[in-house]
């Protein structure tokens, strides 16, 4: 072999370690910029800002994530500043393919809350992460009709508006409005040019319908303008009823003739929660009315059924509601992951009957893994307004949406949980296409990395979407720079 040869060898073996370390000189460089122009915005590893906008994640995964410096703006103009400073000298997603992940040398992460549960959704290794928390402003129109937000907000505590909203977006009122999306009026957003644009139905109509669904693709959204709705005293909490048969099958037939659209409520939005924990079952029910009535009939099938006490079922204000729900989940998880499917609510119970069992069966096999936590929830799918891009048929109240969780203590076991719940999902999904049930679509605020949510909204709306971001975005900043999330071009 020849001297040249082996140079040459050794050189390549090099390549991707020098490519790492050009990786860090660039976030330093850019983190020292930053902390030049904005010095009270950027905190390192080791301060205490640092430090807590790290460990408060919710999934382990993002926690396990360093940044080489946090960005915490406090409006859009310092928003601007960041990403004019990010795609100086042309450094992101130029001379390269469209699209290309190697192209930007300078990459970050956007946080709203930072409630999803897979790694690099909202945090990054090496990179900087810009946490939007403390654009926190909200402000009334006079009219009381509109409110304008910042980025913090949700039905459960520590979910941020910003990927709740461009996800979709459920909510309390989504089965009388829509999805939280179907209801904003218009987004301030800091584009690829650091420009700062209003986006609305009558202005760049094009980026405020991609908003509505298509996630972080476009821009940094640093306000909202939602539509408001008067609302007094709300019904709801959560009932907890013993694992039995005969309480799983009287579970099935009563949402089965929930999801009957003859039946519709647009007061109602609850679902079922059955969950697996220390190698014990449960079922629980959350159940919500958005009018102040006590006990509506609507859940009467459910309410029925001899359940434990005490419960939580109770008149109250939409704050309350929120905080009490929340105590129904863990602050935080370690490592955690979660699948999401739909489905044309069947004609039978049987269908949820078999798909409960499915899980039963299959979960117990992930019995040993130490902090084992499973829950399958099945509740129904938000009805569409149609003002969005998820490409859903408005009005439709008979669509089912399930999601799996899996929670666990080490990350020795991610591999054998992910498949274990791979493979559930596909075995429930085979079954819904058997009974020519199943639906394409998959809600992205549920979904896992490894799911094509983009693609389920139809090719229409992907074009569309790809279009968009090409008009808004033509230097792919926020497809290579930031590569984290559902992106339009994969």
């Not at 085979?430 to 490894?450: E, G, M, P, V, W």
Request: hydrophobic share 40%.
């Amino acid at each position: 072999m020849s001297r040249l040869y082996l140079q040459i060898l050794r050189l390549v073996a090099l390549l991707p370690l020098l490519a790492a370390t050009a990786a860090a000189q660039n976030t330093t460089d850019i983190c020292s910029l930053l902390s030049s122009r904005l010095p009270a915005r950027v905190s390192f590893p080791g301060n205490p800002v640092y430090n807590l906008s790290r460990t408060s994640y919710y999934s382990g995964f993002e926690r396990a994530l360093s940044p080489g410096c946090i960005f915490r703006p406090e409006n859009a103009t310092e928003v601007s500043q960041f990403v004019k400073l990010v795609t100086a000298n042309g450094e992101n997603g130029k001379g390269g393919k469209y699209g290309n992940p190697n192209q930007s040398s300078r990459k970050f992460a956007i946080r709203g809350g930072g409630h999803t549960l897979f790694s690099g959704a909202a945090n990054i290794d090496d990179g900087v992460t810009v946490d939007l928390r403390a654009i926190k402003s909200l402000e009334l129109s006079q009219d009381r009709k509109m409110a304008s937000i910042g980025v913090m907000g949700g039905r459960v505590p520590g979910v941020g508006v910003g990927g709740y909203s461009t996800g979709g977006g459920v909510n309390f009122l989504n089965q009388r409005h829509g999805w939280a999306c179907d209801n904003i009026y218009g987004y301030e957003v800091v584009l690829a040019s650091g420009e700062i644009v209003y986006a609305t139905a009558s202005s760049h109509k094009d980026l405020w319908l991609a908003l509505k669904g298509g996630s972080n693709n476009f821009g940094i959204v640093t306000r909202f303008d939602v539509a408001t709705f008067p609302q007094g005293l709300m019904w709801g909490g959560v009932i907890r009823f013993n694992y039995t048969k005969s309480n799983l099958e009287a579970q099935a037939k009563a949402f089965r003739n929930f999801m009957d659209p003859k039946n519709f409520d647009s007061a109602a939005d609850m679902g079922i929660i059955l969950s697996y924990t220390n190698k014990t079952f449960g079922i629980g029910n959350s159940l919500f009315y958005v009018d102040p009535v006590a006990n509506p009939p609507v859940y009467e099938a459910f309410t029925s059924i001899p359940s434990l006490k005490p419960n939580t079922l109770a008149l109250t204000n939409v704050s309350n509601m929120v905080v009490q729900f929340g105590k129904n989940l863990p602050p935080f998880l370690s490592q955690a992951t979660q699948l999401v499917y739909s489905f044309k609510n069947p004609s039978s119970h049987d269908t949820f009957s078999k798909l409960i069992q499915q899980w039963e069966t299959d979960i117990q096999t992930l019995a040993s893994v130490p902090g084992m936590l499973s829950q399958f929830l099945i509740q129904p799918q938000p009805v569409s307004n149609g003002t969005n891009s998820l490409g859903l048929k408005p009005g439709d109240t008979s669509t089912v949406m399930s999601v799996i969780t899996a929670a666990y203590t080490n990350p020795a076991d991610d591999a054998v949980v992910r498949q274990r719940l791979a493979a559930i999902v596909d075995k429930h999904e085979r079954l819904l296409r058997k009974q020519r049930l199943y639906l394409d679509f998959k809600y992205l605020n549920y979904a896992d990395i490894t799911q094509d949510v983009l693609g389920s909204y139809g090719m229409d709306v992907k074009r569309r979407l790809r279009q968009v971001s090409r008009k808004y975005d033509p230097s792919g900043l926020f497809q290579t720079g930031v590569p984290g999330g559902f992106k339009v071009w994969k």
